[in-house]
């Protein structure tokens, strides 16, 4: 297990020897880590099973790009709300609030075969049920950055984020193509009843975890003080750590590139029904899933390697990558380059999760990372509903090529910032590389 001193710096005290040596694979000799790992699969699995089959419905069923990008808003405001959601994880015992999360969304999902049986499905019925299931999946971003640290040693954090990436980033997006194909042969109705399978499989998973607590510190975070005044202060001492570190002005280039992925969501099925209907909109679904993850299992690899430069490269290629995808000659190009595009992105994804694990204080863990969340990704469910309508006006295939400067702005903007250049490695990061002080990890 790991603990956390008042200055947020963790501690390995699990005291076996396989901890010890980071060569040795006892990650996978971890039970809760394991039990984990596999809820998060098979959750991330119903997610993307519910996502496909929601999003190719409102199209199928309206042809509107402005509708489809409306729901994939909707699917999208987790990221838009979980910075409220960052002071309750850091306060609530874990374990039932992962459980009962997947039970929600087990139960609220089994609505829309039911629908569909009734003669009741419509556009507004998925409008209705879509929020839902995603406030019931609000908790889980800032959960598993909170779990992590208090279930893995400090020395294995990477490649525990490495895993998870694995399936929170990039096997939920190869589901996305299976579930294109599956609704292709089977229908949405019999996905959606699938769908409710792998919630209750996961909350059998989370089960049972054993989480160690990590005690609070500060003021702000005990005692007496009022419920709503307590809450706030966490939020607070939240913003505090983060307020005049490099990680302002990297939220900024993450808000432009989730602008540019929402809305290349929102377009994504009518820009693969163009290209030959449901089976290549999964294709494309699966290629960027298949980019992530490819980049989630190499990042370890690169923890040696500048933070700021790595940024800078892997961005500017993958915006490359996106904007030839958009008009190669053929769909399997396409998909092969929409795919490379996303590689950058899931090495980037395991390390800034694992430099938040090791530069910020453990017991505001929670709340930082909603709040980052929160700050860089409002723009995703934005980006979905402007890109349905530039859609509109410009054409699919258009806004898609402009997309492409999501990626291209960060390459840009680092290029001209040395400050950020200079950033350190991940393996050599400590909080003072990144401004981050020891006062602000006080919450004083």
Do not use: H
Request: net charge negative.
């Amino acid at each position: 297990m790991t603990t956390a001193d008042a200055d947020g710096n963790t501690a390995d005290t699990s005291g076996t020897s396989a901890d010890v040596n980071a060569t040795n694979p006892s990650l996978w000799r971890n039970n809760d880590f394991r039990r984990f790992f596999a809820g998060e699969f098979v959750t991330n699995a119903g997610d993307s099973l519910y996502t496909v089959a929601v999003l190719w419905l409102v199209f199928d069923l309206t042809g509107s790009t402005v509708l489809t990008g409306i729901a994939n808003s909707l699917l999208l405001l987790p990221w838009l709300l979980q910075m409220f959601a960052g002071p309750i994880v850091d306060r609530l015992r874990l374990k039932p609030v992962l459980v009962g999360s997947q039970v929600v969304q087990g139960v609220v999902v089994l609505a829309l075969p039911l629908a569909a049986a009734m003669g009741w499905m419509n556009v507004g019925v998925l409008l209705m049920v879509v929020p839902i299931l995603t406030l019931a999946n609000l908790l889980m971003e800032p959960m598993q950055a909170t779990l992590v640290p208090r279930i893995v040693a400090k020395r294995r954090l990477s490649r525990a984020n490495s895993a998870l990436a694995t399936v929170t980033l990039g096997l939920d997006m190869v589901f996305d193509a299976l579930g294109g194909a599956f609704i292709a042969v089977f229908g949405a109705t019999t996905l959606f009843l699938l769908d409710s399978v792998t919630f209750a499989v996961a909350g059998m998973l989370f089960a049972g975890i054993t989480v160690t607590a990590v005690d609070t510190v500060g003021e702000s975070e005990g005692g007496d003080e009022p419920l709503l005044g307590s809450y706030v202060a966490d939020l607070r001492a939240g913003a505090d750590v983060l307020r005049g570190t490099v990680f302002v002005e990297l939220i900024l280039t993450t808000a432009v590139v989730n602008l540019a992925t929402g809305v290349t969501l929102a377009i994504l099925p009518a820009f693969g029904d163009g290209l030959g209907g449901p089976a290549v909109y999964g294709l494309l679904l699966g290629a960027l899933g298949i980019g992530r993850l490819v980049g989630s299992v190499v990042a370890p690899r690169f923890e040696g390697v500048s933070y700021g430069r790595l940024l800078l490269v892997g961005n500017s290629l993958g915006a490359c990558c996106w904007f030839a995808a958009v008009y190669a000659p053929s769909a399997a190009l396409t998909v092969v380059l929409f795919g490379a595009a996303w590689i950058p992105a899931g090495v980037n994804g395991v390390l800034t999760a694992t430099l938040n694990q090791t530069v910020f204080p453990a017991d505001r863990l929670a709340r930082i990372s909603s709040i980052k969340g929160t700050a860089s990704g409002a723009t995703l469910p934005l980006g979905s509903l402007v890109g349905g309508v530039v859609a509109e006006v410009l054409g699919t295939t258009t806004t898609m090529g402009l997309a492409a400067f999501g990626f291209g702005f960060t390459g840009l903007y680092i290029l001209v910032r040395p400050r950020l250049r200079r950033l350190p490695a991940v393996a050599d990061a400590n909080p003072a590389a990144f401004d981050v002080t020891p006062e602000s990890g006080d919450g004083e």
